[in-house]
Structures are given as structure tokens and as C-alpha cells.
């Protein structure tokens, strides 16, 4: 749609679930919490992946651009195309406006594409919501384990099954 100049790159669309759907303005409290947090699992990765950010993922008939996501790799492995699926190890949203959308379809996309770890940075009820075990293709594609952490808690940043390190709530929330 590009290339054609139906769209340009500068239209604020997304492709969701095969639709383009219009991604929200940006309040100062959601761009702070994407530098935040991209900042704090930086600390935590190791070399061989990178954290990006608001970069679009190429999935069966999606390409949602997380607010920040883990690659594994560096950068320059994908220099025809996006990340797809089986590159991302976690995907993270900041939700404020867009906590419903978070939580529903962006929650069934990344599910189904068995992301690993889908994080909601929930600005709303001040908390990250960490979702694991995804579904897969399903009837309704979901994540089997919720788990909730505030102010004053570590979130585990787990790759690969592995805990890598923590990032504290306290310092990703606005």
C-alpha cells in the first residue's frame, strides 16, 4: 500500500488480524514508559539479541509494532525484512488508552503466533501484566499464565525459559 501510495510511512495504521487499524496518539506518560522499560531490559540481555522498539513484527496476518520488543540476533540479521514470530522472545505494550486493545486483540495476535512473554505495562492500574505459555493457532488464541506485578516488585525477564535478569516496576512506570 506503500509502494502503491495508498499509505505512507508516516500514516499512524497497523496491521492487526488483517485489518489497518489506527494507533492512538501517544500521551507524555506512554512514550516515557517505552523508554523506561526499553531501557531496563536492555540492562538485562545478553549479546546475540537487542531490543527494539515501536519496530514492526511480520506475523501470518499481522504487523503490530510493539512498543518494545526482544530480537533474537542483532539488527543487521534482517536486512530484507522484519523480525517475524519465531525471532521475538518478548513483546511488550504500554497501555494506557489502548488498554483494551492490549489486552484483547494485540493479547490473541501474539498468542497465536506463540510469542513467548507478552507484557502489558498497564499505566492505568499502575502494574505489568507478564503473559506466558501462549496457545498457538486456536479457536480463540490466548496465553495460559497471567501474572500481575506493582510498585515495589521485580518483574523476571525469562528468555528462552530462562531468567535473564529483573526489571523493577517501579522503574518502568511513569
Known amino acids: 500500500m506503500i509502494r502503491t501510495g495508498i499509505l505512507t510511512e508516516d500514516d499512524p495504521v497497523e496491521l492487526l488480524d488483517g485489518w489497518l487499524v489506527e494507533k492512538m496518539i501517544k500521551s507524555r ?20 539479541r537487542y531490543v527494539g522498539s515501536q519496530e ?16 533474537h540476533g542483532q539488527p543487521a540479521d534482517h536486512p530484507d525484512s522484519q523480525p517475524g514470530a519465531r ?30 512473554a507478552y507484557w502489558v505495562v498497564n499505566l492505568a492500574e499502575n502494574q505489568i501484566e507478564v503473559y506466558t505459555d501462549p496457545s498457538g493457532p ?20 525469562l528468555l528462552e525459559g530462562h531468567e535473564v535478569g529483573v526489571v523493577r516496576v517501579a522503574d518502568v512506570l511513569p
Open 29 to 48: 506518560a506512554h512514550t516515557l514508559g517505552t523508554r523506561l522499560v526499553r531501557a531496563a531490559i536492555e540492562a538485562t540481555i545478553s549479546p546475540g
Open 138 to 157: 486456536a479457536e480463540k488464541p490466548d496465553y495460559r499464565q497471567r501474572r500481575d506485578f506493582r510498585p515495589g516488585e521485580d518483574v523476571p525477564v
Open 87 to 116: 525471532d521475538v522472545a518478548l513483546v511488550v505494550e504500554i497501555a494506557d488508552a489502548t488498554l483494551r486493545r492490549d489486552r484483547g486483540l494485540k493479547k490473541a495476535i501474539y498468542a497465536e503466533a506463540e510469542i513467548p
Open 56 to 71: 514492526p513484527v511480520t506475523l501470518a496476518a499481522s504487523e503490530p509494532e510493539p512498543d518494545a520488543l526482544v530480537v
